[in-house]
């Protein structure tokens, strides 16, 4: 049983070994190795700091790849550290290390070495997790071309595994170990022919562990489990041809299956130290024809037609277990006919699911869309959007069975009547239906109808200065099919208005505002159907901003900005009025900068205060935020 | 020239009209009717963040006739992230995040459990360390907020009743407000507190989310 404490220490010892072999002088290193770690080295180092309301994440990662006398290494290290202030014994470290040694044996056989370890933790005031795996093993890979066009490979590798998890809940330990002995072999073809254009490619893989897992804390009288083999095992075949220049038709089965027994580690003590056996099997096809010119925008034609079927098992955590088979057409068309752009969109998914708790159901997707785009003149264009789009789900039970339908209609216009000024229109209509069907849920049943408008507006002052306004009306009718007293309207006006200016070559003022305003009430319809609104809430909402932004040099940014906020809401059936404000102050620190020799600093610091003036004036709240990113190659 | 002009304009619009009217127009996108409902749940106008937590626990105390009311109380973008040794102990990685749906799935699965038909179900949050006001009438954190969610199970008729802490933790809840002016939590970021699992814990295995 290798130690796993003694694995980094080792996995540094077989890098320094290999730092001391000397390139062969048949293939004197470049120039620029020379200047690398140790010589032939070159290392590239990443970490990065951030800090979001006193929680801190740090990620460090180095990697190297180099290659000399036919020896490749490549070695990829992370490790990541959390904390979080507000849970006063919390810190969670993720670290991983993988290194491959990859050479040529007998000139004809690629053999390669892999090394991996990693280690997960966690702390906090009752828990303590532990999660520490290593794997290691040698592959030989055999190539071998039959003719021209077909040519096959064969990799064959074993290795050792071993993953422990411990878990300490309020001082009482479980967990497991378990350390194995891999097999794989994988075997693959391609064949390209026998028409021009046209392939096929076949893989299958086969990984193999065989290993005896064993809690670390059995419960008395528990026997040790049986020794198992896990395995994992891929299958594909895939064919793929071009015809001609922008025509391309291809599909694809693929069949993959794990057999998997282990330990459970769990707070459920009901399931805690069980051998779970959990057997997944995926079996899909995909295929899809698609169109698309040589160079062109305007037209493009795409079809795919998929179906899938998953089937997990688990023994204990029977949750976990589902069945489902999944078909679906997706349909895209995007063409230019006389002088419009079109495109369209269909869809339809059909996903049969069996699961042990939820029961058996079907869901089905069905979505159609399509756009129609015209450009009327230079300045002037048009667009017509429409999309229906269903949601229905079935299951046994018919506790869980809804049914959803969505509408939605844009007609929009943009119109740029001179180089300052540019404009556009949008006139909106949704409706959304969603039906609970079932007696239990169908009181949540409701319609949502959407009418909108809006306008934007941007307008060049001067070279400058710049405005834009944007105005947007909506009114929301949303109605209860059995219970007409619920039945509501809401109606809001926004205005959003932002000036820009440049006060300097180095400094840049904006002042932004949004002015919020919101009906809301219920109604009912007349006998002519027409609806009448009985308002009972107000709302007003503004915000106001400047943002000062200071730029010295091209890698750094200092800017300063401030927020006010007030809401106002008022109740009309006692004319109750609630007023609340609130701002904030944030001072922010950009800088981005190359570092001689190679590699990039950024850093983002942000410094916000924020009080609470109204209904009651709140205590001042200061936090920082930072991100910081270091990537640098020795 | 105005015929072509016009052939441009309508020529275009028709094929993609006569397209979408045979998918829409072939009873491909009826949908069915929902049944009379029977029972009532009272549940409260989500116009704060109070009313929103206080459908939250009645959701949770109708169990499968809840579903709408947890629904509703939830954001279409919420999302529940396990706390790190959850994540670590089931995932393999610290961060995991369950969707909306994924949440819903794994508390549905919860209380489907062979085991748990007969019990009762109900979930007590404690004030929260803090509210902070994120952004004025959008968005609201409730700091480090307790929670205790409790089962009852009769046995033997009513004579028999038993009470026990089936999860505990404490949780930064985050509110925003949805288009409609009614307000849902958008993200729940789960904390172990003690020994018991967490709910959490308790929902992620039946939620389907993937493992990596």
Redesign the interface.
């Known amino acids: 049983v290798p130690s796993t404490r003694a694995l980094p220490g080792a996995i540094l010892f077989f890098v320094g070994l290999l730092s001391g072999v000397r390139p062969a002088s048949a293939q004197p290193p470049a120039a620029a190795d020379t200047s690398g770690v140790f010589g032939f080295l070159r290392p590239t180092y990443t970490t990065s700091y951030n800090i979001t309301r006193q929680a801190t994440t740090w990620q460090q990662g180095f990697s190297f790849k180099n290659q000399w006398n036919g020896i490749t290494i490549d070695n990829n290290t992370t490790y990541r550290v959390q904390s979080d202030p507000s849970r006063v014994n919390f810190r969670g470290r993720e670290g991983s290390t993988t290194t491959t040694l990859s050479f040529s044996a007998l000139n004809t056989v690629p053999v390669s070495l892999d090394f991996s370890y990693s280690r997960l933790g966690n702390n906090d005031t009752n828990v303590k997790s532990r999660v520490n795996s290593f794997d290691s093993g040698l592959k030989a890979t055999y190539n071998r071309r039959f003719f021209p066009g077909a040519n096959a490979s064969l990799v064959g590798g074993i290795g050792l595994t071993r993953r422990d998890t411990r878990n300490n809940f309020s001082g009482s330990e479980t967990g497991s170990r378990d350390l194995g002995l891999t097999r794989e072999l994988t075997a693959s073809g391609n064949y390209t022919g026998p028409v021009p254009g046209m392939s096929f490619r076949v893989n299958t893989t086969l990984n193999a562990v065989r290993s005896q897992p064993e809690a670390i804390n059995p419960v008395p009288g528990q026997a040790r489990s049986e020794t198992r083999t896990n395995t994992r095992n891929s299958n594909g075949l895939t064919w793929s041809w071009a015809p001609w220049e922008g025509m391309t038709a291809d599909a694809s089965f693929t069949r993959n299956g794990s057999n998997q027994n282990f330990i459970l580690v769990s707070r459920d003590v009901d399931k805690n130290n069980k051998e779970e056996e959990a057997t997944d099997r995926t079996t899909a096809f995909n295929s899809s024809l698609g169109y698309k010119p040589a160079g062109s925008k305007t037209t493009e034609f795409r079809l795919d037609v998929a179906a899938s079927n998953v089937e997990n098992k688990r023994l204990i955590e029977v949750e976990r277990a589902n069945k489902s088979n999944t078909r679906s057409f997706n349909l895209n068309v995007k063409h230019r006919l006389i002088g419009n752009a079109l495109t369209f969109h269909a869809e339809n998914t059909d996903e049969e699911q069996d699961s042990g708790v939820l029961g058996r159901g079907v869901t089905i997707t069905r979505v159609v869309d399509g756009a129609i785009e015209r450009p009327w003149s230079t300045t002037f264009s048009t667009r017509l959007y429409g999309e229906v789009r269903l949601r229905s789900q079935t299951y046994d039970d018919g506790e869980q069975d809804y049914d959803g339908l969505k509408n939605r209609f844009d007609v929009s216009a943009d119109y740029k009547p001179w180089t300052k000024l540019s404009t556009s229109l949008t006139l909106r209509r949704s409706a959304d239906e969603g039906n609970y069907i079932d007696e239990t849920q169908s009181r949540g049943s409701r319609f949502e109808e959407t009418y909108g408008a809006s306008a934007n507006l941007n307008y060049t002052l001067s070279t400058r200065t710049s405005i834009s306004q944007k105005y947007d009306f909506t009114s929301l009718f949303t109605s209860y099919p059995f219970d007409s007293a619920l039945a509501n309207i809401q109606r809001s006006r926004t205005v959003n208005t932002t000036v820009s200016t440049t006060l300097s070559s180095k400094l840049t003022l904006q002042l932004g505002h949004v002015y919020l305003f919101t009906e809301n009430g219920g109604y009912r319809r007349d006998r002519a159907g027409t609806r009448l609104f009985a308002k009972s809430n107000l709302k007003y909402r503004q915000e106001m901003r400047s943002t000062l932004q200071y730029k010295p040099l091209d890698w750094l940014t200092f800017s300063t900005e401030e927020r006010l906020y007030r809401t106002d809401d008022v109740r009309l059936t006692d004319d109750f009025r609630t007023t609340s404000s609130q701002v904030t102050f944030t001072q922010r620190a950009v800088f981005k900068r190359p570092i001689p020799g190679g590699g990039d600093f950024n850093c983002d610091m942000a410094f916000d205060l924020q009080k609470q003036l109204r209904p009651r004036p709140g205590p001042t709240e200061k936090f920082f935020t930072a991100r910081l990113s270091l990537d640098k190659s020795f | 020239m105005a015929g ?1 002009r016009s ?3 309508r ?3 028709l ?2 009209l006569a ?2 009217v045979v ?2 127009g072939c009873g ?2 009826d ?11 009272v549940v409260h106008t989500p ?1 704060d963040p109070d009313s929103v937590i206080l459908n939250f626990a009645l959701g949770i105390e109708n169990e ?2 809840g ?3 947890l ?2 109380a939830l954001a279409d973008t919420f999302l529940f992230k396990l ?3 959850d994540a ?2 089931s995932y ?3 961060d995991i995040f369950l969707t909306r749906s994924e949440t819903l ?1 794994g508390w ?3 209380i ?2 062979a085991a748990l038909r007969n019990e009762e179900f109900r979930i007590v949050f404690g004030p929260p360390e803090e509210k ?2 994120l ?3 959008a968005l609201v954190l409730w ?2 907020v307790p929670y205790e969610l409790t089962t009852t199970m009769s046995a033997g008729g009513d004579s028999v009743v038993t009470k026990a802490v089936i999860a505990q933790g404490v949780i ?1 809840l985050f509110f925003a407000e949805k ?3 009614n307000w849902a939590i958008s993200r729940w970021e789960d ?5 018991t ?1 967490t709910f959490g ?1 308790r929902i992620e ?2 939620s ?1 989310h993937p493992r990596p």
């Open positions: 072509k052939l441009a304009c020529g275009p619009f094929v993609l397209i979408a998918f829409t491909l996108f949908i069915r009717d929902p049944m009379q409902p029977i029972g009532e749940i116009n499968r006739g579903i709408f009311t629904t509703e706390d790190p040794s670590q102990t393999g990685v610290n799935d549905r699965s919860f489907s459990g902070i006001v952004v004025t009438g700091d480090e930064d288009g409609s002016g904390k172990i507190d003690s020994s699992p814990a295995t039946g389907g």
